[in-house]
């Protein structure tokens, strides 16, 4: 009887593999249960890591193509002032051109009843729907039927509160203007779209919001096919050196750069969590083993062959890995959601970057292919058992149990790998800190081949003990530990991994916030009130002052205001910040983030005027040093810099740029705000200083006005919201692992009741039992612990070093004792407390399971 | 002289539905310098009578005592102390501390009770060569052979100078010349120390080694010798 | 005329702590189709290990063993398999493993599945054999962990008749206190062995287990030696033919 559904596998039918299983899913239910979960939670670890990786470029790139469609050029704007719109006419009469579409994109806010959103502004024509991008089909609107008002994303409707038809303000400019809410936008079918921090409108309303009639910041262009290259070269004419011409996706890479130090360090944690997801699996698995063994000599005693036994092996494998890791998809995918959904606020400040997560397949092939790997490689461990020359019953005959027992000289020679490996990081990333991510997963690996040795040191070390103090349940404690088998060093090894990611990560981010907070102190400390447009930004929203200058000025207590300039400029790959300092600021560099020159000759030379400081990034990609020129390219043509001085990046990770104000009003031809530093008389309160400044400037909703205290608390909540996923994964992790060591140590406990048993005879009352399980645990676990530790602090040196060295963030290294024994504690506290249970039922366990019968 | 009385012991297990009599009933003494065997098949109740023994289960009627001490009136304290000190066990498992030096095994019971294991060690020695293992006390479990390992075992179980010997099949993983010397050394032990020492087998080899046997079926001592037990010792 | 099963000089050695000790040691014999021998031997004294030599369950450090004239350490491991699944059928009272939950005519079905039968086919295959041992359908369907010793005995049987094999190899099959459970084994094993011509290797500690049997061998210290059926003891010379016992036929 043949059947394909049926067939036959090293001549065993599927449906005999699926029985095989069934019962022994119906038998060890428990078992199996804790080895699902272990996997599922190990993928899930991998999968939301992987996600929160992914999902800053996933949305914002979709959204780039929803809007460019097909065009594949684009004339982009230097400054937020855009360039004249006779320009798109002229680019459209170009030969070789098939479409071009205006778009105007200026950040502004909505204000709706429930809040306020800083977006970014789209205006558009009708011509944008040639391109097809945009979902217009989708929309209904053939040629955009609206008049007026504002299309707006689900997402941000609900966070203002907006309504379809209802009245929303939107603040531009420095001024507040009313519209109506013409269309709320949904994920399906819109995608991304329904959840990008943006806003449609007409290009005529955007003009005139943002009190720029007339001019442009983009055109789409869709040039006809094979006239890529003539189609960029006249538009570069057209140019005329005055406004970019660059692919119509460019902002992508802009994106990708300003996105790079977040996704490299990301992925070390994400390598982290995929070694800890596979230890526990692999844990979760090895648990598993002695009753398989017994099961698969069973089978072989009744004439099943070990090509048989293997098919039978990697079945089971196959379908718990699937099933488990597939649950753990699902639980990856909702932990993103629930914790790491959070986009950076700086991000937004600067690209329109949704909360839409993408989950791409090849994110779920990784975490599935890590589980279902770590579940067959366990899995197969009973497989040993097949080796020729081995009875075929030998596990029936076989006493030990409990996991392989490493051979006695192995935990020497793999502390002297764990040595010999950490030299070489060492010299590696001294000598190339880009090496530093993958130095950072070869340490990990460092601490785990340290753990063995250390498992025999301690065992020395209690009997050096237990010879001199009497102790009944140290030498129980010796005998467990002097045994070192590959479960005891998994064990350790997940508690090691978590902590030393914990560490290392957690230690590297408060550098990092550290290094931040100064800076933006220093980079504030410049003005005791700041005019700005409010919103979550760098200072980079230029507004129509509209004699708001002079009227502060004449504004009782106000010593001085001062016009502030700056935004953003693309400069190759990279969305510079530019700071453009009036002349009064005492110190337009912020002192502690001066990496190359002379503090008080670089303000000179910057107050002179042709002169700038730039991050080191932007430095050593184009090769600058004290003193060497460079250009940027400005809305006036390119415009030659000397370099006075070499910072940080600034808190920007693609660079910054620090001029004169005087420079930038010239080459970028405005003299609008960004905005304005007020300083007071002496003896004036702030508070009384702002209510003079508010009275002078009247009611202009688009301006707020802070204190320096106000607006430095801002820029700490910003950089520490853009962290946040950062100590979000940290934590999961560490409970993640405490609980899988806790589970994992209450079987190992279990499955030695027996032994536990027998010393009741001899006299053991439970209590000292389950001290002994107790210190047991805590040894294991203050091994897995203080490897972590260890290896953490490094990591955490090497990290800060790299952030310093190779992205330009501003992150003196600084050790926090309190927080790795903050870590400690708590992962310790989760897994003593879940331990202590079955500790003690074992420890309870009565002592005819030490008898025969 | 120290002895172990059972009388009239009564001790059944319900497991569900029936009720098992482990122990229906039973009256033994075994006085000091005595080397006894109870012998029956599995199921006959030799492990519950070794367990009321041990005072890790009371009765249900009747009693157990040792040295006029009735177990199942002490303590839970008094008891886990009644079987540090005074009862020495040995299993058919052995139940030896893997990875741990035959010496440091044998110390287990001293640790126990309060001793340093350098002091345990200097009481453990002398035990480790009485049962001829003098020459290898720093060998662990698994570079000794069986019966080496049950006189770990043995050496444990009489470190701290028990007042009773008590043996759960301690043959069962022995082959039969091993298992003789075993017996053989555990009955020399009782005689010299005049201490009572009670063995459960089933094992009729066994049986031949020590001063008295007594049969046990279905929780009752059997009167008369087994058919099987009288062909052989015939 | 090929012995079914022979020995030639087999020795095995185990390692016993830091020693190694002799379990047998050149041990020569042959057995016959349709012959049934039983070995006597206390415990460790090696009867096992002789037996499980003649399943091929573990392979000799010396010597050879042959089955049907085939050397069995020189086959492939999946013919040694095929040997386990097919012709000879080993089964051993202390190995008894009980999946808790599975039912009878499923512990003995699975264990036909390594010969391609699907999970139908294989449970028409145990009840028929669950019948010739007098389990009845009702039992059949019951959870393996209920079983008493004596049904556990007579499932285990059933496993081992079910692939139809020349040689059944029992390794102490019976651990029953009750003697009239042993001896409705005893007959049980017989009836079956006798109607499929199934060549019979049995050993036990008792003497008692092993009557009947038509050739009676005793093993201490790693040798075989001969037992007649009353007990008496004579040594083994040279290599021991058991032949079948053909007077009854």
């Given at each position: 009887m043949k059947s394909p559904l049926n067939p036959p596998i090293a001549g065993v039918r599927l449906s005999m593999l699926a029985h095989l299983y069934w019962i022994r899913l119906r038998s060890h239910v428990v078992q199996e249960l804790l080895a699902g979960s272990g996997i599922a939670v190990g993928v899930a670890l991998v999968l939301g890591v992987l996600?929160?990786?992914?999902?800053?470029?996933?949305?914002?790139?979709?959204?780039?193509?929803?809007?460019?469609?097909?065009?594949?050029?684009?004339?982009?704007?230097?400054?937020?002032?855009?360039?004249?719109?006779r320009l798109l006419d002229s680019s459209r009469r170009l030969p070789g051109v098939a479409a071009a579409a205006p778009v105007l994109r200026e950040d502004i806010a909505v204000v709706g009843p429930h809040g306020r959103q800083s977006v970014q502004l789209l205006g558009v024509t009708t011509a944008v729907v040639r391109l097809g991008g945009f979902a217009t089909r989708e929309l209904g609107l053939g040629g955009f039927r609206f008049t007026g008002g504002l299309i707006l994303p689900a997402s941000v409707a609900s966070a203002v509160g907006a309504e379809l038809g209802g009245r929303v303000t939107v603040l531009a400019f420095g001024s507040a203007h009313t519209t109506t809410v013409a269309a709320v936008v949904k994920s399906p079918p819109f995608g991304v779209l329904a959840s990008s921090p943006v806003a449609v409108t007409l290009l005529s309303s955007?003009?005139?919001?943002?009190?720029?009639?007339?001019?442009?910041t983009q055109v789409l262009i869709e040039p006809q096919q094979g006239a890529d290259s003539t189609v960029a070269a006249e538009l570069r004419t057209l140019a005329a050196g005055r406004v970019s011409v660059a692919s119509a996706d460019q902002e992508l890479s802009l994106l990708d750069e300003a996105v790079k130090p977040n996704d490299e360090s990301t992925s070390l944690f994400a390598a982290i969590s995929v070694m800890v997801g596979f230890l526990l699996a692999l844990n979760a698995m090895l648990l598993t083993v002695p009753e398989r063994r017994r099961f698969v000599a069973d089978l072989r005693?009744?004439?099943?062959?070990w090509r048989q036994i293997i098919a039978l092996l990697t079945f089971q494998a196959a379908v718990l890995g699937v099933v488990a890791s597939a649950v753990g998809v699902v639980a990856g995918d909702m932990l993103s959601h629930a914790f790491l959904h959070r986009i950076p606020a700086y991000l937004t400040t600067a690209f329109p970057v949704g909360t839409q997560q993408t989950l791409h397949i090849g994110t779920i092939l990784i975490a599935v292919g890590c589980g279902v790997l770590a579940t067959m490689l366990a899995s197969l461990s009973p497989a040993l058992d097949l080796r020729p020359g081995r009875p075929t019953d030998a596990v029936l005959r076989d006493r030990s149990g409990g996991g392989e027992v490493l051979a006695h000289r192995t935990p020497l020679r793999l502390a002297l790998l764990s040595t010999a490996l950490l030299v070489l990081i060492t010299a590696a990333v001294l000598l190339a800190p880009g090496l530093t991510i993958v130095g950072g997963m070869a340490l990990a690996l460092a601490a785990l081949l340290a753990i063995p040795s250390l498992f025999a040191c301690v065992a020395r070390a209690l009997r050096w003990v237990g010879e001199r103090v009497p102790s009944s349940s140290l030498i129980v404690v010796v005998s467990e530990l002097r045994a070192v088998t590959t479960r005891s060093v998994a064990l350790a090894g997940i508690a090691a991994l978590a902590v030393y990611g914990s560490v290392a990560i957690g230690g590297a981010r408060a550098d990092l916030l550290r290094g931040l907070d100064a800076n933006f102190a220093e980079y504030l400390d410049t003005a005791q009130l700041w005019v700005t447009t409010g919103g979550n930004d760098l200072t980079t929203n230029a507004?129509?002052?509209e004699g708001a200058t002079t009227a502060i000025a004449r504004a009782s207590g106000v010593a001085s205001v001062r016009v502030y300039q700056g935004g953003f400029l693309d400069v190759g790959p990279r969305r510079m910040w530019i700071i453009a300092r009036p002349p009064g600021d005492a110190s337009p560099i912020p002192a502690s983030q001066l990496l190359h020159g002379n503090l008080e000759h670089a303000t000179r030379l910057l107050h002179e005027g042709g002169w700038a400081a730039v991050s080191q990034g932007f430095a050593a990609e184009h090769h600058l040093a004290l003193g060497s020129s460079f250009t940027l390219p400005t809305p006036s043509g390119d415009a030659r810099f000397g370099v006075a001085a070499i910072t940080t990046n600034l808190g920007w990770s693609p660079g910054a740029v620090i001029m004169s104000s005087l420079d930038y009003s010239r080459l970028w031809q405005t003299t609008q705000p960004s905005a304005l530093e007020v300083n007071l008389r002496p003896g004036i309160s702030e508070a009384a200083g702002r209510r003079a400044v508010?009275?002078?400037?009247?009611?202009?909703?688009?301006?707020?006005i802070q204190t320096f205290g106000e607006r430095r608390a801002q820029y700490a909540a910003d950089s520490r919201q853009g962290l946040y996923a950062l100590s979000e994964i940290a934590t999961l992790l560490l409970i993640a692992a405490a609980l899988a060591v806790a589970s994992a140590l209450s079987a190992a406990i279990w499955q030695r009741r027996a032994r536990l048993a027998s010393l009741k005879i001899h006299g053991y009352d439970t209590a000292q039992l389950w001290r002994a399980l107790l210190l047991e645990s805590i040894i294991v676990l203050g091994i897995g612990c203080a490897v972590g530790a260890v290896a953490g602090l490094y990591g955490h040196a090497l990290a800060s070093r790299w952030l310093r060295l190779q992205t330009g963030f501003p992150a003196p290294f600084q050790i926090e004792l309190g927080r790795v024994v903050l870590t400690l504690a708590l992962l310790a506290a989760i897994a003593l407390a879940v331990i202590a249970l079955p500790g003690l039922a074992a420890a309870r366990a009565p002592a005819r399971a030490s008898l025969q019968e | 002289m120290s002895a172990l009385e059972l009388r009239e012991v009564v001790k059944h297990y319900s497991s569900g539905i029936e009720t098992v009599k482990a122990v229906d009933g039973i009256s033994l003494t075994v006085t000091g310098g005595e080397f006894v065997a109870l012998y029956g098949p599995s199921g006959s109740g030799k492990t519950t009578l070794l367990m009321l023994a041990a005072g890790l289960v009371t009765p249900d009627s009747g009693s157990v005592s040792f040295d006029g001490r009735v177990l199942g009136e002490l303590s839970e304290r008094d008891s886990a102390l009644y079987r540090r000190r005074d009862v020495g066990f040995i299993f058919q498992a052995f139940h030896l501390m893997p990875h741990t030096s035959a010496l440091d095994n044998a110390t287990i019971k001293l640790t126990g009770d309060g001793c340093t294991l350098r002091e345990g060690r200097r009481r453990a020695l002398p035990w480790l060569e009485r049962v001829g293992l003098g020459a290898r006390v720093e060998h662990t479990p698994e570079q000794l052979s069986m019966g080496e390992r049950q006189r770990i075992a043995i050496a444990r179980a009489l470190a701290n100078e028990p007042r009773l010997l008590l043996a759960d099949e301690p043959t069962g993983n022995l082959d039969s010349k091993r298992g003789r010397e075993i017996l053989e050394l555990m009955r020399d032990i009782c005689h010299e120390r005049g201490i009572p020492g009670l063995l459960v087998t089933h094992d009729l080899d066994a049986t031949t080694l020590v001063d008295r046997v007594h049969t046990l079926r279905d929780g009752h001592m059997a009167d008369g010798m087994d058919p099987e037990l009288a062909a052989t010792s015939s | 005329m090929t012995p079914l099963l022979s020995f030639l000089n087999v020795s095995k050695r185990y390692p016993d702590g830091g020693r190694e000790i002799a379990v047998l040691d050149r041990v020569s014999l042959d057995i016959e189709t349709g012959a049934s021998v039983g070995i006597r031997g206390a415990r460790r004294s090696g009867k096992s290990t002789l037996l499980r030599l003649a399943a091929g369950i573990t392979l000799p450090d010396s010597g050879t063993v042959c089955f049907a004239g085939r050397d069995i350490a020189r086959m492939a491991g999946s013919e040694r398999g095929r040997l386990l699944?097919?012709?000879?059928?080993?089964?051993?009272?202390?190995?008894?493993?009980?999946?808790?939950?599975?039912?009878?005519?499923?512990?003995?079905?699975?264990?036909?599945?390594?010969?391609?039968?699907?999970?139908r086919e294989a449970r028409r295959r145990a009840m028929r054999v669950l019948d010739r041992v007098e389990i009845g359908a009702?039992?059949?369907?019951?959870?393996?962990?209920?079983?008493?010793?004596?049904?556990?005995?007579r499932v285990m049987l059933a496993r081992a008749l079910a692939r139809e094999p020349r040689l059944l190899i029992l390794d102490e099959p019976v651990l029953l206190p009750n003697l009239s459970e042993r001896d409705g084994f005893n007959v049980l094993l017989r009836g079956a062995a006798s109607e499929r011509n199934i060549t019979l290797l049995m050993s036990s500690e008792e003497m008692a287990a092993l009557q009947g049997l038509t050739v009676m061998m005793s093993i201490a210290d790693g040798e075989l030696v001969s037992t007649e059926p009353q007990g008496v003891v004579v040594p083994l010379p040279g290599r021991w033919r058991a032949g079948a016992e053909r007077s009854g036929q």
């Open positions: 996600v929160a990786n992914a999902s800053l470029t996933g949305s914002a790139g979709e959204l780039v193509h929803q809007l460019v469609g097909s065009a594949r050029l684009q004339l982009a704007a230097r400054s937020q002032d855009g360039f004249e719109e955007a003009q005139r919001m943002s009190g720029l009639p007339g001019r442009l005693l009744q004439g099943y062959d507004f129509n002052a508010l009275r002078a400037i009247g009611r202009r909703p688009g301006l707020g | - | 699944r097919g012709e000879i059928a080993f089964m051993c009272a202390a190995d008894w493993r009980a999946t808790p939950g599975e039912s009878v005519v499923d512990h003995v079905a699975t264990s036909l599945g390594s010969e391609g039968l699907t999970m009702a039992c059949a369907g019951e959870p393996t962990t209920s079983l008493s010793l004596d049904e556990r005995a």
